[in-house]
């Protein structure tokens, strides 16, 4: 498989030795959406501008594109489109301004300009100054500075932070029609799970500087499906977990039902056996299965 | 070399509609008003004022003594603090160093930009200050053109040590702007220099003070020989530690 970003063993510490992150492993193929999540300090922010030269690196290597970042910079800057946090827009310019900034620097053709207004849905406002834009306005405006010159990677660090739903909404399709008709590999870091769930096609997770998780969607699925308890259902829920302490199986109940762990198909069948041989009636046994956000939160506190 | 002139011309369109554009313009056109303003105020001396030989020479000296003493060190401090912290305003440094352009390049267009706009305010300022001898005899009937030629030379020379005594100014404000993420330390320090170096002005060392140079010319009309070249040594050692500590930065943005 292609990638075109493959960053290992990054870390970085601040300059009083406090680790922020620890051999960071990231592989983004080519042509993906690469959904890089993690919670609000988890390192997300500082990976993503240590790949894109902000920050100076202290350990690990950075390949973008097939080539070393360190060595071949303004290379790699020419074919990537960056938005790291908060949008930088020169307000006191208009929209088409900010854009013609950029194209005398990338010295791509003019017709880029509105190519890319017309793509973000900024066409009509191009001469409005973008100090009038709202917040969800001037996201899409830093969308189209990152796309201008057509790159083929687009590096977005939480560009959906501050939208309402809609503009989040009209963000995750835009950056969909954008990997699906262009072709733009697609690196996207967000706190927000379900956010992901709906856009990404391969999956980081990072959490307190290390990276947890990385794989594709279906791998997180695979996760999904695998059993992590059973609940029982019976008539006389006191009696049995009399019956699970003195086997010394470990029970849940805060549900006003009784969860036991993922033993064997097998023990269970015992289990439930035993709980009939004992007078108890077993009117339900029913599997719990993760679901993504549990795997989350699973993954980001071990 | 491509490179370069495409980042300024990236870097010029940046100050359209910016305060720093507008206070070029207001400061090289203020004093010239206010003495022209002067002179129509002494309406009846205007056509002696204009058939005198000595016209441009009074003109240059009265433009300059104000121009000099206050507005020049005064313009150079915010304009280079607010060209340079465009980007902080903006919050757009990271946006600027993920642009495909060596940080060298970045520098020195900046830096371009700001000496061009001192540039313009020189030309602007002697323009103004020509209109200010010629527009009452194109307004008032009776009021000669001037009779003495326009002292190019002189007018030349004079912009040149002006231009000269502010560059310390622009290198240092560059620095500090380049230095700190804030837009009002830099303009603080800048403020502040200024002020210690009205205080210091009679002090016998006071040509050793970086900001001091644009008010002894205005004040004296020179500065003391053979120390002409301290502004230069000066912005050459500001212009250089500015692109070191700029280039060293771990941050950039």
């Known amino acids: 498989m292609n990638y075109c970003i493959e960053v290992a063993g990054l870390a970085y510490q601040f300059s009083d030795n406090t680790p922020v992150l620890k051999d960071i492993q990231l592989r983004v193929p080519q042509g993906a959406i690469y959904g890089f999540l993690g919670p609000n300090g988890a390192g997300k922010t500082t990976t993503l501008r240590l790949i894109t030269g902000l920050l100076r690196m202290q350990k690990g290597t950075v390949q973008i594109l097939g080539r070393s970042f360190r060595e071949h910079r303004l290379e790699i800057l020419r074919q990537t489109g960056s938005l790291i946090e908060s949008p930088a827009i020169y307000e006191h310019l208009s929209a088409a301004e900010n854009l013609l900034v950029l194209q005398r620097i990338y010295q791509c053709p003019k017709s880029n300009i509105m190519e890319v207004l017309q793509t973000v849905g900024l066409a009509a406002v191009s001469n409005k100054k973008a100090g009038q834009f709202s917040l969800g306005m001037k996201q899409r405006l830093a969308l189209a500075m990152a796309m201008l010159h057509h790159p083929k990677l687009l590096i977005l660090d939480e560009p959906t932070n501050g939208l309402d739903p809609n503009g989040i909404i009209e963000m995750r399709d835009l950056l969909k029609k954008i990997n699906r008709e262009q072709g733009i590999s697609i690196l996207i870091s967000s706190h927000l799970l379900p956010e992901i769930e709906r856009l990404a096609t391969h999956l980081g997770i990072i959490s307190k500087g290390r990276m947890v998780f990385e794989g594709s969607l279906e791998q997180l699925s695979g996760l999904r499906q695998q059993v992590r308890g059973y609940l029982l259902d019976t008539t006389d829920n006191a009696a049995a977990l009399e019956l699970l302490a003195a086997q010394e199986i470990p029970v849940v109940t805060d549900t006003g039902r009784i969860q036991v762990p993922a033993l064997p198909v097998a023990a269970i069948a015992e289990l439930n056996s035993q709980l009939v041989q004992q007078g108890i009636g077993v009117y339900g046994i029913q599997p719990v299965k993760n679901d993504l956000e549990t795997i989350f939160m699973d993954l980001i506190q071990a | ?253």
């Open chain 2, 1 to 253: 070399m491509l490179a370069y002139i495409f980042s300024v011309q990236s870097e010029w369109l940046k100050r359209k509609n910016s305060a720093a554009v507008w206070l070029t313009i207001l400061g090289g056109t203020f004093v010239p008003l206010i003495i022209l303003g002067v002179r129509f105020y002494h309406f009846d001396q205007l056509a002696a004022q204009n058939a005198s030989a000595d016209l441009w020479e009074r003109l240059y000296r009265h433009g300059w003594q104000y121009m000099g003493f206050l507005l020049l060190p005064m313009g150079g401090i915010l304009v280079t603090s607010l060209i340079t912290q465009l980007e902080t305003r903006s919050n757009a440094w990271k946006l600027l160093h993920v642009t495909p352009q060596r940080f060298t390049t970045i520098f020195l267009a900046k830096l371009t930009v700001i000496l061009v706009l001192l540039l313009f305010f020189f030309l602007l300022f002697n323009i103004n200050i020509y209109l200010t001898g010629v527009v009452p005899a194109w307004v008032v009937h009776d009021v000669p053109y001037p009779v003495a030629p326009f002292p190019w030379i002189k007018y030349l020379s004079g912009s040149g040590q002006f231009l000269l005594a502010c560059l310390p100014i622009v290198a240092l404000q560059y620095l500090l702007g380049l230095l700190y993420r804030n837009f009002m330390l830099p303009l603080g320090i800048g403020l502040g220099l200024y002020i210690a170096s009205v205080m210091a002005l009679s002090w016998k060392y006071a040509y050793t003070i970086p900001y001091i140079y644009c008010m002894m010319l205005a004040n004296n009309g020179v500065i003391p020989s053979g120390t002409y070249i301290m502004p230069a040594g000066y912005f050459m050692v500001f212009a250089v530690l500015a692109y070191i500590l700029y280039i060293r930065k771990k941050e950039k943005g």
